[in-house]
């Protein structure tokens, strides 16, 4: 039977039902809350990376000061502060230096920038030394540097994340 005037059923659906505009929206909500259930986790691991990528930024502008010293011991390393000041660091003896305790300690501002105050750090920075450098028989002639990068710089020691970088200092 051929119907001339629309009714509801020989007319052509042209919506949606809502049966399917409510599994629509119900897949739309599952995959907003998934996106929102790693957000914290993806921001946590955005943090972690400025931390590390800070931490070798610090490391990458220190040892280039410690570099240029003798080998035998840091004598007036000169370290650039945030505030335009320079600092030095008092004599440290490396023929003597257990390794243990650290030789030099220096603090960093959250954008990486060297400071005095310890309070306002964010970034703790430790230079240990060795004497003992495989392969030199001369040990006036080398010197096995370590910088320790900590964070947060006034936690205990327990809960501060830390990363080592190694430096063979060298007189040739």
Not at 36 to 51: M, Y
Not at 134 to 156: E, H, I, K, M, Q
Request: proline residues 5%; positive net charge; contains cysteine.
């Amino acid at each position: 039977m051929k119907c001339s005037i629309p009714s509801t059923r020989c007319a052509k659906r042209l919506g949606f039902s809502l049966v399917e505009v409510v599994i629509a929206l119900g897949v739309i909500a599952v995959a907003v809350l998934a996106i929102l259930a790693v957000f914290p986790a993806a921001l946590q691991t955005g943090h972690s990376a400025q931390d590390e990528t800070r931490a070798a930024q610090i490391a990458q502008t220190i040892f280039p000061s410690l570099a240029g010293q003798a080998v035998s011991q840091f004598n007036n390393v000169q370290f650039l502060l945030s505030d335009n000041t320079t600092r030095s660091t008092p004599p440290v003896d490396l023929t003597t230096s257990s390794g243990a305790t650290p030789a030099v300690t220096l603090y960093a501002e959250n954008d990486g920038k060297l400071t005095q105050d310890a309070t306002r750090a964010v970034y703790a920075i430790f230079i240990y030394t060795n004497n003992s450098v495989p392969g030199f028989t001369d040990l006036a002639s080398a010197n096995l540097v370590t910088l320790r990068v900590a964070w947060p710089a006034n936690a205990l020691a327990a809960n501060q994340t830390y990363r080592d970088y190694v430096r063979i200092i060298s007189k040739y």
